[in-house]
């Protein structure tokens, strides 16, 4: 693929640090080496001697002195050494990408960050960009920044509608002064806000339109582990897996899996991409924070793969858990007042209050009327102009009791404002 078209002017002007490359040369140092390049601090002046992290079974993983003297200092931009030898292994296994061979992968500071950086790489003020309606709200915060114009897609229960992508596109192609889309972002599982899992058919269908059309993308999923209809088996085959154009940028984190505050996520896709989003990186943070990344390649490692998957299917077995608790205090208390599909995979339902013009207000008078909070719909909605009948609410921390105990607080506000 000719990827120099997709690269917006700002990326297109930074410039590659040569003091981040020279870093590189770290990795490998000979013991004669006198090394004057960089400003780095000297490791014998920080105040930590040891750093040690006892497991939920109580297990103590240490770090040994060449890991901590890593953990501490600046690091290669693309990722600690022995976390992307692993991060490439996962994701050789779980997705074996048919452009292998073209990939590469970069730690970033939770997948946000990549997918923050990944948008000004692509895109120039006025830019057409593919989103879901409704979408992740805090891609629409750093795509508002941007300027671009949105081709926002319509969602159903099986995830953006591939008839009125095609549809709009072509209609894009045959008015093309007004520009025709390049990128387009997906969130494939558990979607924030919708909870939708995208069925393998819509996900084959829009790789295709996508392929047609020449659009990169953006392939958002936090959430791929948590899927809780197939019981035993491996979640739906990422875009990634079925990339053969060499035209998806995805985007792993480890928030939802291990712990957000480490902020680890990484970034999958063609090298020429990944180059450029290295360059941006350099200037941004240099490298995504070391302590966390050394501590991952530990967890990684001594959990080693059965490890990795143990911890997945009881983290799944939970949230399964939670998502049919919250299921069945919505079933008690707003069947009648609320509308949702069941969500096949994340932390997310989506409701729907068919009789309501828009939930803010009432969200917003229920919070401390009856010490209930959702998040109101419209933060969502690609024309936030418009009212919302939707809400979205988080089930992956409230226990059940306080999720019955909610939804009965949300079913009499609800009752309070039809009758009002
Ligand atoms: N994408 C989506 C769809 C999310 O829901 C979130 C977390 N709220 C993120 C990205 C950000 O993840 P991270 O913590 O890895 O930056």
Known sequence: MNYSKFISAVSARRKPSGISDLQLLLTTPSPSMVWLASGIPNPKQFP?????????????????????????????????TPLLKQLKAM????????????????????CQQGLSIAFEMLLNPGDIVVVEDPCYSDVLCMLSAMSPQYLAIQVDEQGMKPDL???ELTKAVKEEASGIPKVMYLVPNGSNPTGT???????????????????????????????????????????LSMDTDGRVLRFDSFSKIVSPGLRVGYVTGPSPLLERINVHLQANIICAPMLSQVLMSELLRDWGEDGFQKHIANLRQFYRDQRNNMVQAAQTHLTGLC?????K???????????????????????????????????FIVD????????????????????????ESLAKLIREELTV
Request: contains cysteine; negative net charge.
């Open 165 to 167: 992508l095609r549809a």
């Open 197 to 239: 899992t995208m069925s393998l058919e819509r996900r084959q269908a829009l790789y295709d339109i996508a392929s047609d059309f020449d659009l990169i993308i953006l392939e958002d999923d936090p959430y791929y582990y948590f899927h809780y209809e197939q019981e035993h088996q491996d979640p739906l085959p990422s875009f």
């Open 91 to 110: 994701t050789k296994l779980h997705h074996s990408p048919p452009k292998w061979e073209e990939c590469d992968i970069l730690v970033t500071a939770g």
């Open 384 to 407: 936030c102009s418009k009212p919302c009948q939707y809400m979205r609410a988080a089930f992956s921390c409230a226990t059940s009791d306080q999720l019955m105990k909610g939804m």
């Open 48 to 80: 930590f001697k040891k750093v040690s992290i006892t497991l939920q079974d109580d297990r103590l993983l240490t770090l040994t002195p060449d890991m901590l003297c890593s953990a501490l200092q600046y690091g290669p931009t693309p990722g600690y």
């Open 339 to 343: 509308e949702w599909t069941v969500p």
């Open 345 to 379: 995979g994340g932390i997310f339902l989506w409701l729907k209050v068919p009789n309501l013009q828009d939930t803010g207000p009432m969200l917003m008078k229920g919070a401390i009327k009856r010490e209930i909070i959702l998040v109101p719909g419209k933060e």
